[in-house]
Structure formats: structure tokens, C-alpha cells
């Protein structure tokens, strides 16, 4: 066999088609569950690229071999939000517990009321002298932040606040690749022809947003089109914070309206974004794709039932899960390691918003 395993040879090795191994690895389509965790198991065994260090986990080493100490059992997640299944944090968080689970922990769920956030202190169901780690999902509010990592207890933020522009945060930091393929996307527009772009979203909002928009700015820049104001969209309604429900509707109303011209193209921050924008087309008598290409980004369950379905950006979610649990289960285990940003692969997906 080669020395780079391929998806065929995962497929070649277990008896079934090359789809059924592509659909378990990017957590697409519909697996029985049995079938899905079969091939993964396999894709780790054979030293598959997206898999070939969750291997450390399965090494007879007792150097690697992670335990719990006898009170410290627990990891605890931190949320200001409910992560439904819309979120690709629900399918990441699965696995994460899994194999959480496979380590001897226990995995508990804490999320923060506001009052609880405005005056930075831990919920009540929080316990300190059970707690190994905390990963902290959905947790925008710097303050906070900074005040879960002077805990002096290993944290991991996936995704976090935006940190660019203010002192970094004293953890570990989870992303999925927030640039590489608006960059694509933006090339690919610009070869279509589509050369006034925009882009809509809270850039504010987390540090996420923050990257695609630099990704899509940059690849503007670099390829030698303006980013106009006002085909950048990127505050919310003076005194929200939160992207989606009807303020930020009425703020991107208001927005649009102002435009003489729509651009080709506008990039949303989300596919929620995406969604709330096309709410206010239909108000405003717009048309997706006929007057406006529209892309979004997560490849949530919505983006393929929207109509016209959306083009969007998937994220690997199984990678995430075993992502974070690499991240902070070194982290436990040497607690003196330098601070790492991880980003995770993601990849591109064409649909009806762009006429594909």
C-alpha cells in the first residue's frame, strides 16, 4: 500500500464503496452509526491524514496512556447559548463526549445565564474539585473569558472572541479554517465574472466571523477589487449583541436599503446569516440567485432546504471533536505547554444560491 492512505484504501479494506468512507470522514449524508464508527475506527487504525494523531489514545505507551486523577474527573463545558442540531457543535460534542467517555471522564454541561456573565462569576453546578478541564463553546463575552482562564484549570475555547484585537487569551484555541475557501469561493466568483462582492455578518461577534471576513477582504485586495462600505455589512443593531432574530433582520434591512446597486455576490458569516438575509430579500422583492449570489458558511441542516438551497463552506465536525480532545487532554496532561491555535480543514460547497 502507498505511504499516503487514501479513502479507497479505507473503502478496499472494509469491503464497501469509496462514498460510504467519504460520507463517515466528513460526517455527510446518512450512516448507520455502527457504519460510521467502523470506518473511522479503521481511518485511525491506517493512519488516515485527518486521523493519524488521535493514534496517541490508542498507544499501549504509558507515557500517552491519560488517566484521571482519583478527584479530577470531570470536563466541563461552558455555553451562553443552547447548541441545538443546527450547530455543528452538536455533532463535534458527540464525539468529544465518546471519547471522553473511552478515557474515564464524566462530561457535564453548564450553561451560563447573563447575570451569571455580567458579573463573572461560575454557575452553581460548577464544581471546582471535580473539574480536570473546561471547553467552553458558544463564549463570546471577553471579560469572562479571561476570567475562565485565570482559573489556572486547562481550557479550551473553540472558537472564542475575537482576539486580534485585544490580549490574547491564555488557552487553547479550536477553529476550523475560516479563510481558505471564502479565498477560494472569492476566486472563483471573480472567474464567473462576479466581481462586486460583499459580505454580511457581525465581524464582532467572534472570532470567526473576524477571519472570514479577512479572508475575504484580503483575496479582494490581493486580487485588485475594492471592498466598497457599503456592500460590508458587518455591525449588528446598536445595543445587540446576538446575530439573528428579528433586530438584526431589521438592521440588515435598513442596509440594504441604503444600496443604489446590489453587488454580484455577498458572503455571509454564517449560514444564519445567510438565512436571515434571504428572509429580507423576499420582504424587499430580491431574488437569490437572479439578482444576488448568496454563499454562507457551516453547511448547517437549513442550508440544504433553504430554497434556493445554499451555497456554503462545510466544517468537519468528527475532526473538531477529536481535535479538542488532543487539545486538552495534553493540556491536562502538561499543563506548561505553550498556548496552540489549532485549525481544522473545511471545504466548499456549490448549490442553487450561486446557480450550481
Given at each position: 500500500m502507498a505511504d499516503r492512505v487514501t479513502?479507497?484504501?479505507?473503502?478496499?479494506?472494509?469491503?464497501?464503496?469509496?462514498?460510504?468512507?467519504?460520507?463517515?470522514?466528513?460526517?455527510?449524508?446518512?450512516?448507520?452509526d455502527s457504519t460510521r464508527e467502523r470506518v473511522l475506527k479503521?481511518?485511525?487504525?491506517?493512519?488516515?491524514?485527518?486521523?493519524?494523531?488521535?493514534?496517541?489514545?490508542?498507544?499501549?505507551?504509558?507515557?500517552?496512556?491519560?488517566?484521571?486523577?482519583?478527584?479530577?474527573?470531570?470536563?466541563?463545558?461552558?455555553?451562553?447559548?443552547?447548541?441545538?442540531?443546527?450547530h455543528f457543535a452538536s455533532t463535534m460534542l458527540d464525539k468529544f463526549q465518546r471519547e471522553l467517555s473511552s478515557?474515564?471522564?464524566?462530561?457535564?454541561?453548564?450553561?451560563?445565564?447573563?447575570?451569571?456573565?455580567?458579573?463573572?462569576?461560575l454557575p452553581n453546578s460548577y464544581n471546582e474539585e471535580r473539574t480536570a478541564g473546561i471547553i467552553c463553546i458558544e463564549m463570546f463575552n471577553k471579560d469572562y473569558c479571561h476570567m475562565l482562564c485565570d482559573l489556572d484549570i486547562p481550557t479550551l475555547f473553540v472558537d472564542s472572541p475575537v482576539t486580534d484585537l485585544d490580549r490574547p487569551l491564555?488557552?487553547?484555541?479550536?477553529?476550523?479554517?475560516?479563510?481558505t475557501n471564502i479565498s477560494c469561493f472569492v476566486q472563483e466568483m471573480i472567474r464567473r465574472g462576479k466581481k462586486r462582492i460583499g459580505f454580511i455578518g457581525d465581524i464582532m461577534h467572534c472570532q470567526s466571523f473576524y477571519e472570514r471576513f479577512l479572508g475575504y477582504r484580503n483575496t479582494m485586495y490581493l486580487s485588485g477589487l475594492s471592498c466598497p462600505e457599503e456592500y460590508c455589512i458587518i455591525k449588528n443593531k446598536k445595543g445587540e449583541h446576538t446575530p439573528g432574530y428579528d433586530p438584526y433582520r431589521e438592521y440588515l434591512k435598513e442596509e440594504i436599503q441604503k444600496l443604489e446597486k446590489l453587488p454580484d455576490v455577498f458572503i455571509c458569516a454564517n449560514d444564519f446569516a445567510?438565512?436571515?438575509?434571504?428572509?429580507?430579500?423576499?420582504?424587499?422583492?430580491?431574488?437569490?440567485?437572479?439578482?444576488?449570489?448568496?454563499?454562507?458558511?457551516d453547511d448547517s441542516p437549513e442550508s440544504k432546504v433553504t430554497s434556493p438551497t445554499l451555497t456554503t463552506i462545510h466544517i468537519h465536525s468528527q475532526i473538531m471533536g477529536f481535535s479538542a480532545v488532543h487539545l486538552l487532554m495534553s493540556r491536562i496532561k502538561e499543563p506548561s505547554l505553550n498556548f496552540r491555535k489549532i485549525y481544522t480543514e473545511t471545504h466548499l460547497i456549490y448549490r442553487e444560491s450561486t446557480e450550481d
Open positions: 479513502i479507497q484504501d479505507i473503502a478496499d479494506e472494509l469491503g464497501v464503496s469509496r462514498n460510504t468512507v467519504s460520507k463517515a470522514i466528513n460526517n455527510t449524508g446518512l450512516l448507520a479503521k481511518a485511525i487504525e491506517m493512519g488516515y491524514k485527518q486521523f493519524s494523531y488521535v493514534n496517541i489514545y490508542n498507544s499501549s505507551k504509558p507515557e500517552v496512556n491519560i488517566q484521571p486523577e482519583t478527584n479530577k474527573k470531570e470536563i466541563s463545558l461552558f455555553t451562553s447559548n443552547f447548541i441545538g442540531n443546527s478515557l474515564g471522564y464524566s462530561f457535564t454541561m453548564h450553561r451560563l445565564q447573563e447575570h451569571e456573565i455580567d458579573h463573572l462569576v491564555k488557552s487553547d484555541c479550536l477553529y476550523m479554517d475560516n479563510q445567510a438565512i436571515d438575509t434571504m428572509y429580507v430579500f423576499k420582504e424587499l422583492g430580491i431574488s437569490v440567485p437572479q439578482d444576488v449570489y448568496l454563499c454562507g458558511f
